[in-house]
């Protein structure tokens, strides 16, 4: 019977170590435990179509490792391979990096999951979901639009309005932020999320970032740097913000990114509300204007 013919590496034909001829059921189709996930992980292009990637795979295979080691070579055919050039070396990086973030996804999506023991009604925790829920209801842009736009009417203090007109802009700049990446980024919400949350937009179907993040963060710094409170009463809107977006995971919402993200977008607009903020004689033209309509 003749023998197979071989590759440069002494490899019958046909058994690459590269996915590209990889069948279903092969374990560069998920048959084989974890070298899909670690194939996949080295390039998001279809296999076999980058010639980069196709050496970066072959290069970091142990058997190709195995026959560039002259002590412990399989075979009398294999030659030595050479040194990657410097800019195959470089591009090992992104690799790396994108292993990093599909880790933390991967531990991300994890997490989540393991959080969100209100999910539904049988999960482990659905007793406590009308309370995540009505927790739901307190991080929600309407309520916060329309006591504020009630505040605003009701003030009679210049130095009320000034606040509130302000708060007015804040909101207004987070629902616009928040609008703008989940549609740019349009991250799924969790499967294991049901939709049934009170009056959404239509690009809260997705889920990054989380609109009540980011609205709790700024709030919360909002209150505390310009409302005098006593410390109790400060210390509960830290609370309040924080188990806000825990309530987002709980709840099966969010993913523990999206509420990470949006704790940090809503503290950084604070930052931009802050840095623009209206001036008294400004906050009254506006308010001024906007009665007289
Ligand atoms: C309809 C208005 C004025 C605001 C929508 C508020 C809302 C439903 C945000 C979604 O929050 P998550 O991203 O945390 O689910």
């Known amino acids: 019977m003749p023998s197979p013919r071989r590759n440069a590496e002494g ?3 046909g058994a690459s170590v590269s996915s590209s001829s990889s069948s279903p059921g092969s374990p560069a189709h998920g048959g084989g435990g974890g070298r899909f996930e670690f194939q996949s992980l080295l390039s998001s292009r279809a296999p076999g179509t980058d010639p980069t990637c196709a050496r970066l795979r072959a290069s ?3 058997v190709h490792r195995r026959g560039s080691f002259p002590l412990a070579g399989t075979g009398p055919s294999q030659a030595p391979s050479p040194p990657l050039p410097e800019e195959d070396r470089m591009d090992l990086n992104p690799s790396f990096l994108g292993i ?3 880790s933390l996804l991967a531990i991300d999506l994890w997490l989540s999951k393991k959080l969100g023991v209100c999910a539904g009604e049988n999960s482990s925790w659905g007793s406590v979901r009308p309370l995540m829920k009505l927790l739901e209801i307190s991080g929600h842009g309407i309520p916060w639009l329309l006591g504020t736009l009630y505040c605003l009417f009701r003030s009679d203090s210049w130095a009320g309005r000034e606040v509130l007109m302000n708060l ?6 987070d629902l616009l932020l928040v609008a703008l990446i989940k549609g740019l980024v349009r991250r799924r919400r969790p499967a294991h999320n049901q939709m049934d949350m009170f009056v959404t ?12 993040a980011t609205r709790a963060a700024l709030m919360s710094r909002f209150i505390l740097n310009h409302l005098v409170l006593a410390i109790p009463l400060r210390v509960l ?4 913000a924080l188990i806000l977006g ?5 709840l099966g919402r969010h993913n523990v990114t999206d509420v ?11 930052s931009i509300v802050d840095y623009c903020w209206l001036s008294p004689d400004n906050a009254r033209v506006l308010f001024v204007l906007w009665k007289q309509q």
């Open 11 to 13: 490899r019958p034909l």
């Open 60 to 62: 970091e295979s142990p």
């Open 100 to 102: 990093a973030l599909r």
């Open 168 to 173: 007015l802009f804040a909101l207004l700049l």
């Open 201 to 212: 937009l239509s690009v809260d179907k997705y889920s990054f970032p989380s609109g009540h």
């Open 237 to 240: 809107i830290v609370l309040w």
């Open 246 to 250: 825990l309530s987002r995971v709980m």
């Open 260 to 270: 990470a993200f949006g704790f940090f977008l809503g503290y950084t607009q604070y």
